[in-house]
């Protein structure tokens, strides 16, 4: 089968080559055919190689698929079940990470598609225990949104603690900020912002607008935290969520929030150095929540949106294409022609 491939360390160094069906080597796993698997910011950042990976390995941890062989300890599911997957793989659930419920950052995780073999391909192998059905109403190429959708469930919802009347302010109109400002309006944000530069102007702002924001706003073109101020009457963002990772970007959570809000903060600066106003966020007595990776009760939360919500979300996958295109597609979404895109085999 055709899998699109890291086959060693160092800039570039992908492309698609024949590979090997997978096969269950353990009894807990199971066999997938692949429907959809969306390329994430971390490919791009494996392409580049500033994100570790064990090559040569199968690229791609955003998928949906069928199972078509199951292990003989697997009890749970059967052929034909429609899945998505937790990319924990690896994780030792002995750790004291592990065993205070946060598996997902787990020092020895190994996810598909940097760790172990991912979903670019046609088939995939993982262990049963971190699968999720994909409820009957949601199609395969939507479900395979889940990942980044519990991301933003982990961090808008458990970590953020949105409530009713919450006014959010999300920074940063990548597929994560947009899924953000998504989950923000399904649990009852009452106003929800999106703010980016004018890069995002094109594509991206109007898709969050599309999918739940009620403001969209370019920072280059006008103060965007005076606009917040505006709106909720000078108090500021209840919730912040920093989806940029930029120094503009953190800059402007640190001005919206409001004083005893939160700020949670997902987007991975490019320099691991970054200038905080700190005595700023002492006067606020601000909360700044970090976060990484998706939980597991984030998983169920994220599919129980798509198949409950009256947005169309499949309007951020901009491509549904083949893997023998992928450099086209990780051009367009380098220069932000595309919000999501998806390789289909
Ligand atoms: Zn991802
Ligand atoms: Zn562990």
Redesign the pocket.
């Known amino acids: 089968m055709r899998a699109l491939v890291k086959y060693a360390e160092g800039k570039g160094n992908i492309e698609v080559r024949d590979v090997e069906m997978p096969k269950i080597n353990k009894p807990d796993e199971v066999l997938i055919k692949v429907h959809a698997c969306g390329v994430c910011g971390t490919d791009l950042h494996i392409l580049n190689d500033e994100f570790k990976s064990y090559p040569p390995v199968t690229l791609g941890h955003e998928f949906s698929g069928t199972i078509v062989e199951t292990g003989t300890s697997v009890t749970k599911w059967k052929k034909g079940d429609r899945v998505v997957c937790e990319p924990f793989t690896g994780?030792?659930?002995?750790?004291e990470?592990?065993r205070r419920g946060w598996?997902h950052v787990?020092e020895?995780k190994r996810s598909p598609g940097w760790g172990i073999n991912g979903a670019f391909t046609d088939y995939v192998v993982v262990p049963d225990i971190f699968l999720h059905k994909i409820p009957d109403n949601v199609d395969n190429v939507t479900a395979a949104l889940c990942e980044p959708l519990a991301i933003v469930t982990h961090e808008v919802l458990e970590r953020g603690e949105i409530g009713p009347q919450d006014f959010v302010a999300v920074i940063g109109s990548g597929p994560i900020g947009i899924l953000a400002a998504f989950a923000a309006k399904e649990n009852g944000a009452s106003k929800v912002a999106v703010i980016d530069k004018a890069s995002g102007t094109a594509l991206r702002l109007p898709t969050a607008e599309k999918v739940g924001a009620d403001y969209i706003f370019n920072s280059d073109d006008l103060d965007a935290a005076k606009a917040i101020l505006d709106i909720t009457g000078g108090k500021g963002a209840d919730l912040v969520v920093e989806a940029s990772g930029a120094q503009g970007g953190i800059d402007l959570a640190v001005n919206t929030v409001k004083k005893l809000g939160t700020i949670t903060a997902v987007g991975i600066p490019s320099s691991d150095r970054i200038s905080v106003r700190w005595g700023d966020l002492i006067k606020k007595v601000a909360t700044i929540r970090f976060n990484l990776s998706s939980s597991y009760t984030a998983w169920d939360r994220a599919l129980s949106m798509m198949s409950n919500t009256k947005r169309d979300l499949s309007q951020i996958i901009t491509h549904r294409s083949s893997i023998e295109d992928w450099k086209q597609v990780f051009d367009d979404l380098i220069a932000g022609k595309g919000v999501k895109a998806m390789f289909i085999p």
């Open positions: 994780v030792c659930f002995r750790c990470t592990c598996v787990c020895h």
